[in-house]
Structures are given as structure tokens and as C-alpha cells.
């Protein structure tokens, strides 16, 4: 079946290490998206990348990396400069990340939770 | 910029009872736009979609949202909720170059058997 598969489904990290997590898809699709997921705040873009070798900060990029070295992964790295890391993190991926007419919304893989211990 | 807003925080129902959620957004231009339902412990799934045609959506589960171009709103109506309809909703729309989604803060949806 295609979908999206991020791991691990908890993280636990100390403070000041830097941690990655996994985000890989099997849907060709083009665009990949992570977004971090607080408790009456919605879902924010932390990146985006709509191109193999290619990606852009969305609204809350500080203190994260990521690479999109092939189609199919988009893994999103939480340094230690990342004030308050600890959150629940999707990722998402999209047929088209260009233009106004995306018709197809996205798809979402289960999410991680991270804490800093 | 962009921007999504969902004003009900939390809304408990009981069940049989009617459902409306608001979500109004700010962007001038051509939008596609959606709502997403999380159940509790699960991802994010499309409920329905907005792109073009006629305004009014149906999506799964009996749900549906009408798109008012001139009150910049999509609200999420079902007639008659059910306990499974627990949940947290977003309404999230996407406009402008770079096409990325916009999502509102979310509505928890309570239903009381």
C-alpha cells in the first residue's frame, strides 16, 4: 500500500543533542512537507521541499535542518538550537507543490513525538 | 499573508444534535481549500476539498462544507453527529505561488453519547 512511514513514533532526547527524524514515502509524489503540532496551535511549517535537491523555510524553521537527497525522503533533523523542541511532528507529501491549483491536499504519515528528557 | 482562522476552540455535542464549524480565511486570490480530521490517535485524513464548481462539498462520513466566496468562509456542517465523530477538525486552505497548505488552529469536536 502507498503512504507516507515516519519514524520512530516517540523519540526521547536530552537536551543539547541534535535528533533526525524519518520521513519516507512510496507515492511519487513531488512535494514533501513537515509541520510541528502543539496543543491549541494548529499545525505549523517547519519546511518544505518541492523538488528533489530543493526545499524552503516555512513559518518556523529555526533551530530545524533538512535534506531531500531523493524523491521518496524528506528527513527533518531537530538541532540543539531548538528552544522547545518537544512536540508531535508530521510529515506530509502533496502531487504538486507549485502554483494555486493543488487540488489534491495533502497526505499524512502518523507523526512523531518528541520530548526532551 | 495568509491566514486561517477556526473559532471554536472546543464544541461538545450530544449525540443526534447538528454540527457547524466555522473557518474563515484571509486571502484575496483563487483557493482551494479543505478540512482534515484527526481521530485521537490517528493522522490526519482529508474529510473533503473545496477546488472549484459547486460550493457545496460533500465529503466522508456525512460531512459537508459550503464555500461563501463573499464571507472568505467554509464551514463544516453534518446533520446529525455520532460519539465516532470525536475528534479534532482543521480547516486549512492553499492559495498564492507556492501552493503550501495554511491550517487553522483546530476545533475539538466532542460528542456525548
Known amino acids: 500500500d502507498g503512504g507516507i512511514t515516519q519514524s520512530p513514533k516517540y523519540l526521547f532526547r536530552k537536551e543539547g543533542q541534535n535528533v533526525t527524524l524519518s520521513c519516507e514515502q512510496n507515492?511519487?509524489?513531488?512535494?514533501m512537507y513537515w509541520y510541528r503540532q502543539d496543543p491549541g496551535q494548529g499545525l505549523r511549517l517547519i519546511y518544505y521541499?518541492?523538488?528533489?535537491?530543493?526545499?524552503q523555510k516555512g513559518d518556523i524553521a529555526e533551530g530545524y535542518s533538512v535534506s531531500r537527497e531523493k524523491k521518496e525522503s524528506f528527513p527533518l533533523t531537530v538541532t540543539s538550537a531548538q528552544k522547545n523542541p518537544t512536540a508531535f511532528y508530521l510529515c506530509?507529501?502533496?502531487?504538486?507543490?507549485?502554483?494555486?491549483?493543488?487540488?489534491?491536499?495533502?497526505?499524512f504519515g502518523s507523526g512523531t513525538r518528541l520530548t526532551v528528557v | 499573508a495568509q491566514s486561517v482562522s477556526q473559532h471554536n476552540h472546543h464544541v461538545i455535542l450530544s449525540e443526534a444534535a447538528s454540527l457547524e464549524l466555522g473557518c474563515n480565511y484571509s486571502?484575496?486570490?483563487?483557493?482551494?481549500l479543505f478540512w482534515y480530521v484527526q481521530y485521537p490517535g490517528q493522522h490526519l485524513q482529508l474529510l473533503l476539498k473545496?477546488?472549484?464548481?459547486?460550493?457545496l462539498v460533500k465529503g466522508i462520513k456525512g460531512f459537508e462544507a459550503e464555500f461563501i466566496k463573499s464571507k472568505f468562509s467554509f464551514n463544516l456542517r453534518k446533520p446529525s453527529v455520532q460519539w465516532s465523530d470525536t475528534a479534532e477538525y482543521f480547516c486549512?486552505?492553499?492559495?498564492?505561488?507556492?501552493?503550501?497548505?495554511?491550517f487553522g488552529k483546530g476545533t475539538k469536536l466532542s460528542v456525548k453519547p
Open positions: 506530509a507529501s502533496s502531487m504538486s507543490g507549485k502554483g494555486i491549483h493543488n487540488p489534491y491536499g495533502y497526505t
Open positions: 507515492l511519487n509524489h513531488d512535494a
Open positions: 521541499s518541492q523538488i528533489v535537491n530543493d526545499f
Open positions: 486571502y484575496g486570490g483563487t483557493v482551494n
Open positions: 473545496y477546488f472549484s464548481g459547486d460550493p
Open positions: 486549512a486552505v492553499n492559495g498564492g505561488s507556492q501552493g503550501n497548505l495554511i
